[in-house]
């Protein structure tokens, strides 16, 4: 895999392909890396409130409660 990130100084870039890629499928993709890194704030579980019934997110908790509780009985 070949990965680069290039500032153009206009509308086109010339890529050169490895031997090995020729003749076979490619893919190629030109997106601003601000597009791709959006700071999102950081979700909790209220963000999902109504999303899960209650029953599903009880069972949840308890499982997330019991595997915290393993995880600092084994430390």
């Known amino acids: 895999m070949v990965r680069t990130i290039v500032i153009p100084d206009d509308t086109h870039i010339q890529l050169d392909v490895p031997a090995d890629y020729v003749g ?4 190629v993709n030109v997106f601003l890396i601000d597009e791709i890194n959006p700071a999102s704030p950081k979700k909790t579980m209220a963000d999902f409130w109504g999303i899960l019934s209650d029953k599903t997110a009880n069972e949840l908790h308890e499982k997330v409660n019991k595997s915290r509780d393993e995880w600092e009985r084994d430390i």
Do not use: G, L, T
Not at 24 to 27: G, H, P, S
């Open 24 to 27: 076979k499928k490619v893919e």
